[in-house]
């Protein structure tokens, strides 16, 4: 029976299971771009796990470190992640992942996915820093529009041309 699984087992026992979210969680912190390629379910699994050891890094206590040192298994992730990353999501509220769909596996058509921190693509804070200048446009009346268009309209003469 199925009553109340609450998470996805990967086909694997504890101990394997939580290995694998414990490697793939330091591979997302120690990446260069702070994003890795993997198949849509375990994605989805490690987000859930790595989400509230995210959470955890923004207090930066002793306590917290030696709770997130207990799932990780790895000095420099932990120290690159109350470091550097807990800084970039310090005002953040949650969502800290984002999971992008690329394709599929060719070996046995696996989904296959990015999973990558949010504030961390370069891509993405461009974008959102060129939308942040544009200037906010009020609504003004169709006479006031008129009135500004025959205003900065400029004149033009004709002078009669010549006939022969």
Same mark, same amino acid.
């Given at each position: 029976m199925k009553h109340i699984k609450k998470?996805?087992?990967?086909?694997? %026992? =504890? =101990?394997?299971?939580?290995?694998?979210?414990?490697?793939?969680?330091?591979?997302l912190i120690k990446a260069k771009n702070k994003r890795i390629t993997t198949t849509v379910?375990? @994605?989805?699994a490690l987000r859930v *796990?790595?989400?509230p050891l995210l959470t955890k890094s923004k207090d930066d206590s002793t306590n917290s470190r030696r709770v997130v040192f207990s799932y990780l298994q790895d000095k420099e992730a932990?120290?690159?992640l109350f470091r550097e990353v807990s800084q970039k999501i310090a005002s953040r509220n949650g969502g800290y992942t984002r999971i992008i769909k690329t394709g599929i596996r060719l070996g046995d058509a696996a989904e296959m996915c990015f999973i990558e921190? &949010?504030? *961390?693509?370069?891509?993405?804070?461009?974008?959102?820093?060129? @939308? =942040? %200048?544009?200037? #906010?446009? #009020?609504?003004?009346?169709? @006479?006031?529009? %008129? @009135?500004?268009? &025959?205003?900065?309209?400029? &004149? &033009?003469?004709?002078?009669?041309s010549e006939e022969k």
């Amino acid at each position: 029976m199925k009553h109340i699984k609450k998470f996805n087992h990967l086909s694997r %026992k =504890s =101990s394997e299971r939580s290995a694998l979210l414990s490697s793939m969680a330091c591979s997302l912190i120690k990446a260069k771009n702070k994003r890795i390629t993997t198949t849509v379910a375990k @994605a989805k699994a490690l987000r859930v *796990y790595v989400e509230p050891l995210l959470t955890k890094s923004k207090d930066d206590s002793t306590n917290s470190r030696r709770v997130v040192f207990s799932y990780l298994q790895d000095k420099e992730a932990v120290t690159e992640l109350f470091r550097e990353v807990s800084q970039k999501i310090a005002s953040r509220n949650g969502g800290y992942t984002r999971i992008i769909k690329t394709g599929i596996r060719l070996g046995d058509a696996a989904e296959m996915c990015f999973i990558e921190l &949010v504030d *961390y693509d370069e891509n993405m804070l461009k974008g959102k820093t060129t @939308a =942040s %200048k544009k200037s #906010t446009r #009020t609504r003004r009346s169709s @006479a006031k529009k %008129k @009135a500004d268009e &025959v205003s900065d309209a400029t &004149v &033009v003469e004709e002078t009669p041309s010549e006939e022969k």
